[in-house]
C-alpha cells in the first residue's frame, strides 16, 4: 500500500512539473505584450494600446478531403498581425462595431502540412474547385475558397486571433468593445459577418458539381452563360448590360504552371454588378454562399459570395466580354485579388451558386 502511494505521489509530482515546464515554455514562446503607452516611442498606430489575450481553444480539429485528418495546436505556428475595421448588417445599413489589431495563426499556415486527397481527383485534378469550411463551437459555420488561401496576391489574410488590440482614434479615445473568445479574422472582408467566434474545427471540401470535362478542347468557345441558383435556371447572360462601366486593371499575368502570360491590362466588368440583380447582400449569403464558375471544357473555380460581393481592398472579379475571340470567348475572368491566373477561366458557359455549409 505504501509503494503504491509513492508511485502516486512521484507520479503528480512528476506530472506537476512537466505542466509548469510547458506552462514556461508556453508563455516564453509568446511575444511581449508589451505596447507603447505614451504613444510616443514608436511610429507604429498598431501598438498605442493595450493587447488582450483571447481565451478559446488553441487545438483545431481538421478534416475532409485529406490524407492526414487530426488536431493541430496552433500556438506552435508562427504569430501573424491583421489590422481590420469590423462592421455587421444591421436592417437596410451597416453597423459599425470597432477597429483592431489581431494577432493570430494563418490558416494558410494551419492547413499547410495537411495532404490534400480530392474525392474527384480521378475526373477534376485542379485544386481550384475546393473550399473549406469553419465551424465554431456553436455550430455556426462559414464558408472560405481554396483561392482565398492560397491564391491571393496577399498572403496570410486570414486568421484564428488569440488577442486583440482596440485601434483607439486619437480625438475621440472611443474604446470599441472587446471580444472575449478567439475569432476567424478575414481581414479583406467589408462587412465582418464571417469573423465567428471561437472556431473549433475545419473541414477541406472539393465541390460535387458533375461537368464533362473535354480537356485540350480546340477551339474553345462559349456564347452565352447560363446563371443557376440553387440548382434552377434563373437566366442566360448573353452580353453585358448597358449602364455599366468599364474597368482597366493593369497587371503581370503570371500562372502557378506555365509562369508569365503578358503584361497587358484587363479591360472588364465586375461581375457582381452583372449578377446584382439576382442575389442580394445578406449574412446568410455572405458566410455561406458560394459560386461554381465553369467554362465549355469542364474547368472549373470556386469563389465565395464574399470574395466577389463584399471586399474592402477595391479589387474586383472582372468578367470580359470578347465576342470575336473564337478561342476563349465570349465571356472570360480576371480575378484581380489573385497571384495566379488560374481562376483566370476562359469561355465562361456557367455560373451556379448556392448556399453550403454540409
Same mark, same amino acid.
Given at each position: 500500500?505504501?509503494?503504491?502511494?509513492?508511485?502516486?505521489?512521484?507520479?503528480?509530482?512528476?506530472?506537476?512539473?512537466?505542466?509548469? =515546464?510547458?506552462?514556461?515554455? %508556453?508563455? #516564453?514562446?509568446?511575444? @511581449? +505584450?508589451?505596447?507603447? $503607452?505614451?504613444? &510616443?516611442?514608436?511610429n507604429d498606430f498598431y501598438d498605442d494600446a493595450k493587447p488582450f489575450?483571447?481565451?478559446?481553444?488553441?487545438?483545431?480539429?481538421?478534416?475532409?478531403?485529406?490524407?492526414?485528418?487530426?488536431?493541430?495546436?496552433?500556438?506552435?505556428?508562427?504569430?501573424?498581425?491583421?489590422?481590420?475595421?469590423?462592421?455587421?448588417?444591421?436592417g437596410d445599413s451597416n453597423k459599425f462595431i470597432g477597429a483592431y489589431r489581431y494577432d493570430g495563426y494563418s490558416l494558410?499556415?494551419?492547413?499547410?502540412?495537411?495532404?490534400?486527397? =480530392?474525392?474527384?481527383?480521378? %475526373?477534376? #485534378?485542379?485544386?481550384? @474547385? +475546393?473550399?473549406?469550411? $469553419?465551424?465554431? &463551437?456553436?455550430?455556426?459555420?462559414?464558408?472560405?475558397?481554396?483561392?482565398?488561401?492560397?491564391?491571393?496576391?496577399?498572403?496570410?489574410?486570414?486568421?484564428?486571433?488569440?488577442?486583440?488590440?482596440?485601434?483607439?482614434?486619437?480625438?475621440?479615445?472611443?474604446?470599441?468593445?472587446?471580444?472575449?473568445?478567439?475569432?476567424?479574422?478575414?481581414?479583406?472582408?467589408?462587412?465582418?459577418?464571417?469573423?465567428?467566434?471561437?472556431?473549433?474545427?475545419?473541414?477541406?471540401?472539393?465541390?460535387?458539381?458533375?461537368?464533362?470535362?473535354? =480537356?485540350?478542347?480546340?477551339?474553345?468557345?462559349?456564347?452565352?452563360?447560363? +446563371?443557376?441558383?440553387?440548382?434552377?435556371?434563373?437566366?442566360?447572360?448573353?452580353?453585358?448590360?448597358?449602364?455599366?462601366?468599364?474597368?482597366?486593371?493593369?497587371?503581370?499575368?503570371?500562372?502557378?504552371?506555365?509562369?508569365?502570360?503578358?503584361?497587358?491590362?484587363?479591360?472588364?466588368?465586375?461581375?457582381?454588378?452583372?449578377?446584382?440583380?439576382?442575389?442580394?447582400?445578406?449574412?446568410?449569403?455572405?458566410?455561406?454562399?458560394?459560386?461554381?464558375?465553369?467554362?465549355?471544357?469542364?474547368?472549373?473555380?470556386?469563389?465565395?459570395?464574399?470574395?466577389?460581393?463584399?471586399?474592402?481592398?477595391?479589387?474586383?472579379?472582372?468578367?470580359?466580354?470578347?465576342?470575336?475571340?473564337?478561342?476563349?470567348?465570349?465571356?472570360?475572368?480576371?480575378?484581380?485579388?489573385?497571384?495566379?491566373?488560374?481562376?483566370?477561366?476562359?469561355?465562361?458557359?456557367?455560373?451556379?451558386?448556392?448556399?453550403?455549409?454540409?
Amino acid at each position: 500500500m505504501k509503494q503504491t502511494i509513492i508511485i502516486l505521489l512521484l507520479t503528480s509530482f512528476t506530472w506537476s512539473c512537466n505542466q509548469t =515546464k510547458d506552462q514556461k515554455s %508556453s508563455e #516564453k514562446a509568446l511575444p @511581449d +505584450l508589451s505596447y507603447d $503607452v505614451d504613444k &510616443d516611442k514608436t511610429n507604429d498606430f498598431y501598438d498605442d494600446a493595450k493587447p488582450f489575450i483571447l481565451k478559446g481553444k488553441r487545438i483545431i480539429t481538421i478534416d475532409g478531403e485529406i490524407a492526414n485528418p487530426g488536431e493541430m495546436n496552433i500556438e506552435k505556428l508562427p504569430l501573424r498581425s491583421l489590422i481590420v475595421k469590423e462592421a455587421h448588417i444591421s436592417g437596410d445599413s451597416n453597423k459599425f462595431i470597432g477597429a483592431y489589431r489581431y494577432d493570430g495563426y494563418s490558416l494558410y499556415d494551419i492547413l499547410n502540412e495537411y495532404k490534400l486527397k =480530392k474525392k474527384n481527383a480521378d %475526373s477534376f #485534378k485542379p485544386i481550384i @474547385d +475546393l473550399y473549406v469550411i $469553419v465551424e465554431n &463551437d456553436e455550430g455556426d459555420k462559414v464558408v472560405l475558397s481554396w483561392g482565398e488561401l492560397y491564391y491571393p496576391a496577399n498572403l496570410h489574410n486570414i486568421i484564428i486571433a488569440t488577442r486583440v488590440t482596440r485601434i483607439v482614434p486619437s480625438k475621440t479615445n472611443d474604446l470599441w468593445p472587446l471580444p472575449e473568445t478567439t475569432k476567424l479574422i478575414i481581414s479583406h472582408d467589408l462587412l465582418t459577418e464571417r469573423n465567428i467566434t471561437n472556431p473549433v474545427k475545419i473541414s477541406i471540401i472539393s465541390d460535387d458539381i458533375e461537368l464533362i470535362v473535354r =480537356k485540350g478542347l480546340k477551339p474553345m468557345y462559349a456564347s452565352e452563360i447560363s +446563371l443557376f441558383i440553387d440548382k434552377e435556371n434563373i437566366r442566360t447572360i448573353k452580353t453585358i448590360p448597358k449602364g455599366l462601366d468599364e474597368i482597366e486593371y493593369e497587371t503581370i499575368f503570371y500562372g502557378r504552371g506555365r509562369g508569365i502570360h503578358s503584361t497587358t491590362p484587363f479591360n472588364g466588368f465586375l461581375l457582381k454588378d452583372i449578377l446584382k440583380e439576382d442575389l442580394s447582400v445578406t449574412k446568410e449569403n455572405i458566410c455561406q454562399g458560394i459560386f461554381i464558375i465553369s467554362a465549355e471544357d469542364g474547368y472549373r473555380g470556386v469563389f465565395t459570395f464574399s470574395e466577389i460581393f463584399n471586399r474592402n481592398d477595391q479589387s474586383g472579379l472582372l468578367l470580359i466580354y470578347d465576342p470575336s475571340n473564337m478561342d476563349g470567348g465570349a465571356f472570360r475572368l480576371f480575378p484581380s485579388f489573385d497571384f495566379f491566373s488560374d481562376r483566370a477561366i476562359k469561355s465562361v458557359n456557367g455560373i451556379y451558386f448556392k448556399t453550403q455549409t454540409r
